[in-house]
């Protein structure tokens, strides 16, 4: 999985940093083409303003204007009537010479009339007359704003001190600056607008009103900075505008065009959600490939290994074979076929081990130390022959009866732990009647009920007595007692002899930890210690270490599970 994202996700970083710059370089050059677009159409609106204004003072100078605007009532109705024809049609000219000009007017206050170029029955509007003086314009600007329409004014004379004689003012279309505005914008949703944040007034191509508002918040944005020209990206109501803006020192206004990116973008849109779509197609095919790996090689796999992990820990089932004649299939025959062979040869290794138990048994019943047995004899003999030891005798009797009993009973493997112990306390009783007082002997502990292999005390007991007091001049202390702890009842016969060092010690357990790889010809401690391992296994068995009263402490290892 991780090489799989390590190969899809690069590729699809690619593809999406190919698609962002993509967009980048055409958002761009798209702004770049309206600012050019827009250099353009405000450049010829300014080259026109221009002309218009360069060119009004011809018309200012009109000998007919001034004539009739002075002496106009003291002519005749005729020759008034012929120059106010004459005057009208230079205002045709005048109108006729531009397409941006909507109406040529002349102001006579003295004949109190407006001259238009089409209309000759008019009176002059004093409000709108006042407009168009001078004292109402700014000195930077040719233009006056009067109603929400635009004039080019000049009057005569020329000065603001006097009133004017008659105004001579060109009306500007606005229909046809809005054409202008429209060719900038160019596309479908867009907006353009000319503003002029000083006078208040605007031209615009579109009719939203809230993107108005918010063109006219970012004109001012640019205005404080002093910010000439340029584009940038505007966030309003939701949508991204491709914004493009530029400001006329002629007409004192910002140019600013906003057009909607996802019409421009278009494209650009359409492949970044297809990108999308292609992004949660591969996160579905990873889930579909995941769901399938999961199913046709994780799952079969891990069963495999707890399988396996079952086997360790001595847990031979077999797998259910689900699959067919696949890999998977194979292996999961191959491993039932490895737990068959094992069983078999865990079956066959537990039985030679039971025999071996056996015959180590039944070799321990055999090898009965044949001193112990004259001993009990002439021990016999001598408490025949004295006459005030006939009682004692006859319980001698009981106990050699009891314990070759028991030595030579093989029907039973396991026994008691309780019989076990009993034939211990029977084989002391034995030894009391020969040792007399030299030997003082204590059990403790209580005997829990466990079934233990035979022979396994009584030996160690009777190394005691052939090992530790055999040549001992002193009394003897015979100590055997019990613990438990955790699954693991220990028995320890201690003795206080002094005949065995350090160092035999260890050399004693050295050969504990090696009995496994030899056989033992004795009866005593290894023969106890290699049944007992065979019985319970390798961490049971026999320890020995220094007692407590001095000789050898012998522990005897059982489990209670």
């Not at 002309?51 to 106009?72: F, Q």
């Not at 020759?79 to 007017?105: G, H, T």
């Not at 399988?307 to 299939?329: H, V």
């Amino acid at each position: 999985m991780a090489a799989f994202l390590a190969a899809l996700l690069p590729l699809m970083m690619i593809t999406w940093l190919i698609n962002e710059k993509g967009s980048n370089n055409i958002r761009t050059e798209i702004s770049k083409s309206i600012l050019n677009m827009t250099r353009f159409y405000l450049d010829s609106l300014d080259k026109e303003a221009d002309r218009i204004s360069r060119y009004l003072p011809n018309y200012v100078m009109d000998n007919d204007l001034m004539e009739i605007a002075t002496t106009g009532t003291a002519m005749s109705y005729y020759d008034r009537s012929r120059k106010i024809l004459d005057i009208q049609r230079r205002l045709d000219l005048m109108k006729n010479s531009s397409p941006f000009i909507q109406e040529a007017r002349a102001y006579v206050p003295l004949l109190e009339r407006t001259i238009l170029s089409s209309k000759y029955e008019t009176s002059i509007n004093e409000q709108e007359f006042k407009a168009m003086q001078q004292s109402a314009k700014l000195y930077e600007e040719p233009f006056v704003n009067w109603n929400g329409r635009i004039f080019i004014t000049m009057q005569y004379p020329a000065t603001s001190v006097k009133n004017p004689i008659y105004v001579v003012a060109v009306e500007l279309s606005k229909t046809k600056i809005q054409e202008i505005l429209t060719q900038i914008s160019g596309v479908e949703g867009a907006q353009s607008v000319l503003l002029n944040l000083d006078r208040g007034w605007e031209a615009q191509s579109g009719k939203d009103s809230l993107l108005l508002e918010r063109m006219k918040a970012f004109a001012i944005d640019k205005r404080d900075v002093k910010s000439g020209e340029g584009y940038e990206t505007l966030n309003f109501d939701g949508k991204r505008y491709l914004t493009v803006y530029k400001y006329s020192k002629l007409w004192n206004s910002y140019s600013i065009t906003c057009i909607p990116e996802a019409n421009v973008l278009g494209p650009l849109q359409m492949y970044r959600m297809w990108f999308w779509v292609a992004c949660i197609l591969s996160v579905c095919i990873v889930l579909f490939f995941s769901y399938f790996l999961l199913k046709l090689i994780y799952r079969p796999l891990m069963k495999l290994v707890h399988s396996f992990r079952r086997m360790r820990q001595n847990m031979l089932e077999p797998i259910t074979i689900d699959r067919g004649a696949d890999e998977f299939g194979y292996l999961y025959q191959a491993f039932n076929d490895t737990v068959k062979s094992l069983r078999t040869l865990i079956e066959e290794n537990y039985e030679q081990q039971i025999r071996n138990q056996r015959s180590e048994l039944k070799r321990l019943q055999s090898q009965i130390n044949p001193h112990f047995l004259y001993n009990c004899f002439f021990v016999l003999c001598r408490l025949i022959k004295s006459e005030n030891q006939k009682e004692k005798a006859y319980q001698f009797c009981l106990y050699i009866g009891q314990y070759f009993q028991f030595i030579t009973r093989n029907d039973e493997d396991d026994i008691p732990l309780e019989l076990e112990v009993n034939h211990s306390r029977t084989y002391v009783d034995m030894q009391t009647i020969c040792y007399g007082d030299r030997i003082q002997v204590r059990f403790e502990g209580e005997v829990p009920d466990l079934s233990v292999p035979r022979l396994i005390l009584q030996p160690i007991i009777e190394n005691a007595y052939e090992h530790a007091f055999g040549n001992m001049i002193q009394t003897g202390e015979l100590w055997v007692h019990s613990k438990l702890h955790d699954n693991v009842f220990s028995i320890y016969v201690e003795d206080n002899g002094r005949g065995i060092t350090d160092e035999e010690i260890e050399q004693l357990q050295t050969r504990l930890r090696q009995s496994q790889s030899r056989m033992e010809e004795t009866t005593g401690i290894i023969n106890v210690h290699r049944r007992i391992q065979l019985r319970y296994g390798e961490e049971y068995g026999i320890t020995m270490s220094r007692s407590k009263l001095g000789g050898l402490q012998v522990g005897i290892n059982l489990s209670t599970s």
